[in-house]
């Protein structure tokens, strides 16, 4: 994925409104959810999530495979 394709999809999903985790996929296979917006800050195509307990995840536009979730303007089931 390049740069600039993570940096504007990553910063689609933190916008939503009303926001909705989204599921981040990485090549390793490991995946993980970021379930609030303010734990997230990235720059480019670097991120860095904050998850549960305060563990960080860092990660980057070459190690994402996908971001799974909606990005349609319909509100969550």
Do not use: C, K
């Not at 490991?30 to 990660?59: C, K, N, T």
């Amino acid at each position: 994925m390049t740069a600039d394709n993570f940096d504007h999809t990553l910063l689609a999903f933190r916008e939503r409104s009303p926001f909705r985790p989204f599921t981040v996929v990485l090549h390793s296979g490991r995946q993980f959810e970021v379930d609030h917006p303010g734990a997230l800050v990235q720059r480019d195509g670097v991120a860095v999530f904050v998850g549960p307990g305060g563990i960080p995840v860092v990660f980057d536009h070459e190690g994402v495979e996908h971001f799974a979730g909606d990005l349609a303007d319909r509100p969550a089931p």
